[in-house]
């Protein structure tokens, strides 16, 4: 697995670069659905104009699961920008996924 | 989640640093994990299992009805509430011609046809409590339209208050039902031919027999003048009678392709009964019918077509004539038929006969192509049946109307033609000028071009009887070097010809300095007003539709000289 460097996490959300996006799905399950919607209506929110969804049918191709160490369906990876992040679920929690996918810093940080 | 941690470094305190850093977050992820999965909001494992990945469904009872749902042939969605899509399969992407991304969150208003908009939102609104069906026409992402039923339903409380809409592609049976019909129609359409092609077959046959005994006939009896003038005239009879079926047939095929052109003039309604009359006399005294015909005081002005106005009263006067026993009487009267407010003044026109009548059953459709009331094994009576419908398409199309009406068979029938007239009814319209030179009197040098060589030779032969000086040729450029020589007055060139047709030959020979004056004459199969065209561009000065009739040529010729172009 490639090394990612360990650049100290921060707000990404200003920083300009384009967001790559990938979501791991099982067919058209009811929570692969949802999280489709919510991540969808998350960056139009916080990223519009600058990420890219890909949504990787595990129904389909399985093996692709190995790449991203996909354990749960749904999951959401960014893959950029670097470091990569990964958030399990179907997002219902907005206040959830923006703090995993780090668009958000944490309260208690 | 075992991303190693780089080693090998100088443990610096910034370092370290963003070690701490980068383990905080993978707790967090791995946290995380377990949470989103202790609340359900995962519905699929993924597991390493030898060298491939397999995906576990959490409720795994449901997942081939899932594969069913997605590779269904039968579109299917669920709605939100609002409408919006919450799920569609595979094959409602496919009838969208979108990527299933696309689809979900989106509301399926979105993919319906405007116009049908308001009938889309009726039914959802009803499926959202019940039960609803309703046929729209969904729009592709490429903006084709396709016509679809769609069955909304509302699904059980615990599926989180969604509406399921089924959705079937009605591409295919709409194109069966047009198929169908057109089949039908096709069908329909191949008996009446039929039955019309025999009819055809026998009438044409008709008359070749007494023609082929004709001239077997007059080669046995070339010496005894009386008896050649008796034949010729069978003769006549018979080939006016096949021209006639043709003719017609030329009509019914006109009518079927709407080709119809009338070539309207202010015209007498006398003149127009006069012209049909005198056509049909020599049918009615040899039938020794009783023809009588009142018009009325008032001279009756119509804006028509005099060829096709006699055509209609001529096929009215023959029919009545034809089915009716010989001796019978036959009524012609026509009378002004004012005082309808707001309808233009008009005249009536009525034919009566004492002849077999027109059963109740079939009034209705006795203006209908190739419709015959003769029933009779010996058919005495000739024609295609195109006759009626002949007379009411022209009547129409003068912007009148045709009634049959008869007591029932035996009873005889009448038929009321009503013809529109023209306001200005009073004012004799003075007579056009009459021709100046009598036709026949004068002698013609003339070239006759034609690739049928008995046409070309049987016309040249009739004009060199009646007097003129004719030469032959057999196609286009035959025809321009016996000009060349011959220098003719006339020239008659058939259209269609080997090595330069009619109208190449007619252009190369305006270009010659004889050719100038020369008068040109087309002969074709083709009368139509888009023909008569083409021949004027060509540079001829006249059309003949074939069989040339040597009359109707000095006619032309005569019209020519006394400074009038009649085409």
Redesign the interface.
């Known amino acids: 697995v490639k090394k990612k460097s360990a650049k100290p996490a921060g707000p990404d959300a200003s920083a300009g670069e384009t967001w790559e996006l990938r979501l791991y799905v099982a067919g058209q399950t009811p929570r692969s659905v949802a999280a489709f919607a919510n991540i969808k209506k998350l960056c139009e929110e916080h990223l519009r104009g600058r990420y890219k969804i890909e949504v990787i049918d595990l129904l389909q191709q399985p093996q692709l699961a190995a790449g991203d160490q996909i354990l749960a369906i749904p999951t959401l990876v960014r893959k950029l920008p670097e470091p990569l992040r990964r958030v399990i679920g179907d997002l219902r929690n907005t206040e959830r996924t923006l703090v995993g996918l780090n668009l958000r810093p944490a309260e208690d940080r | 989640?075992?991303?190693?941690i780089?080693d090998g470094r100088r443990r610096t305190g910034e370092a370290l640093?963003?070690?701490n850093?980068?383990l905080r977050?993978r707790l967090e992820?791995a946290e995380?994990?377990i949470r989103?999965?202790r609340?359900g909001?995962?519905?699929?494992?993924?597991i390493?299992e030898l060298a491939?990945?397999?995906?576990y469904?959490l409720e795994g009872a449901d997942r081939p009805y899932?594969?069913f749902v997605?590779q269904m042939e039968q579109a299917v969605a669920t709605l939100h509430d609002d409408g919006a899509i919450?799920?569609g399969?595979r094959r409602l992407a496919e009838l969208l011609g979108a990527p299933?991304?696309a689809l979900?969150?989106a509301p399926l208003l979105q993919f319906v046809e405007g116009d049908d908009r308001p009938a889309y939102e009726a039914l959802l609104a009803h499926g959202r409590t019940r039960l609803s069906r309703g046929e729209v026409r969904l729009r592709r992402a490429d903006g084709e339209p396709v016509p679809v039923s769609l069955t909304f339903d509302v699904l059980p409380r615990d599926c989180g208050g969604l509406i399921g809409v089924f959705i079937t592609d009605l591409t295919p049976q709409k194109r069966h039902e047009q198929l169908a019909a057109a089949q039908e129609a096709l069908r329909e359409a191949d008996r009446r031919k039929n039955e019309f092609l025999a009819m055809l077959a026998h009438e044409l046959r008709n008359p070749l027999a007494p023609i082929r005994n004709a001239v077997d006939i007059l080669r046995l009896i070339a010496d005894d003048p009386g008896a050649v003038r008796s034949t010729s005239a069978m003769l006549e009879r018979q080939v006016g009678l096949m021209v006639r079926l043709v003719d017609d047939l030329l009509d019914a095929s006109r009518i079927s392709q709407n080709r119809i052109e009338l070539h309207r003039e202010r015209i007498e309604l006398a003149s127009v009964i006069d012209q049909a009359v005198e056509s049909i006399k020599p049918r009615c005294s040899s039938l020794r019918h009783d023809l009588t015909v009142t018009l009325p005081e008032e001279t009756v002005y119509l804006d028509g077509d005099p060829v096709r106005l006699i055509q209609v009263f001529a096929n009215l006067l023959d029919n009545a004539c034809k089915y009716m026993a010989p001796g019978g009487r036959v009524r012609v009267s026509a009378e002004l038929a004012r005082g309808e407010p707001g309808a233009p003044d008009a005249v009536e026109v009525r034919i009566r006969d004492g002849g077999i009548g027109i059963p109740a059953d079939q009034l209705p459709r006795i203006f209908d192509m190739f419709a015959q009331v003769d029933t009779s094994l010996e058919r005495t009576r000739s024609g295609l049946g195109i006759g009626l419908t002949l007379v009411k398409t022209l009547v129409e199309l003068h912007g009148g109307r045709v009634e049959a009406r008869s007591e029932g068979h035996g009873k005889g029938s009448e038929f009321v033609v009503r013809l529109p007239i023209r306001l200005a009814t009073s004012r004799p319209m003075p007579a056009p000028p009459a021709p100046t030179t009598e036709p026949g009197t004068t002698s013609y040098l003339i070239v006759v071009a034609d690739d049928s060589r008995d046409s070309a030779e049987a016309l040249a032969l009739l004009l060199t009887l009646k007097g003129h000086e004719a030469r032959t040729a057999f196609d286009g450029e035959e025809a321009v070097a016996v000009a060349e020589t011959f220098r003719p007055d006339v020239i008659l060139l058939d259209i269609g010809m080997p090595k330069l047709n009619g109208y190449d030959a007619c252009r190369l020979i305006r270009t010659r300095p004889w050719g100038r004056q020369v008068v040109l004459i087309a002969q074709t199969g083709w009368g139509q007003e888009e023909d008569r065209r083409r021949t004027e561009e060509a540079g001829f000065d006249g059309h003949l539709v074939k069989p040339v009739d040597p009359e109707a040529l000095m006619r032309l010729l005569a019209s020519r000289s006394a400074g009038r172009r009649v085409r």
Do not use: S, W
Not at chain 2, 41 to 46: G, K
Not at chain 2, 52 to 55: D, G, H, K
């Open positions: 989640m075992t991303t190693p780089p640093r963003a070690e850093a980068e977050l992820e995380e994990t989103a999965i609340q909001a995962v519905d699929a494992f993924v390493p491939n990945y397999r995906v469904m899932r594969l997605e919450a799920y399969n299933p991304e979900i969150g």
